[in-house]
């Protein structure tokens, strides 16, 4: 991810105020992990009050602190596989325990779950030999 001033990701004008406050957020998230950083910034982006965003940006940071740095990475990490990017969205992540269980992405599952065996016949087999 290319580093930018925060004022140029927001949509809306931001205070001198609250650009502080917000890269102040956004190191933290850094130092918690690249998911995290990821996650503000979307939120960052697509904020529309300067509070409300400095809100939400330093709540999912508490939940470091209650959680553990991990905890929070891997629910920042299951919560960018969707398009909602708020602070309830990662709460609810932790609570319900799925920043828990291991993400796994498509290709990988795939590979997973290829079996490999002489009796198993794939569709060359049927291709090749029907009548």
């Keep these: 991810m290319e580093e930018s001033p925060i004022s ?3 949509t809306m004008r931001l205070t001198p105020h609250g650009i502080e406050q917000l890269s102040s957020c956004y190191h933290q998230a850094k130092q918690i992990g690249d998911n995290t950083a990821i996650y503000l910034r979307f939120i960052i982006e697509q904020g529309k009050m300067e ?3 400095i809100d939400g940006c330093k709540a999912i940071l508490r939940l470091a602190r209650l959680y553990g740095n991990q905890t929070v990475e ?3 990490h299951r919560a960018l596989q969707g398009k909602k990017y708020n602070y309830n969205t990662i709460k609810a992540i932790i609570t319900n325990g799925l920043a828990h269980e291991i993400v ?3 290709q990988q599952e795939d590979e997973d779950y290829k079996i490999t065996h002489q009796n198993l016949r794939g569709a060359d087999f049927f291709e090749n030999n029907s009548n």
């Design 8 to 10: 140029q990701w927001s």
């Design 74 to 76: 891997n629910g920042c």
């Design 51 to 53: 509070q409300r965003i």
């Design 104 to 106: 796994i992405d498509q």
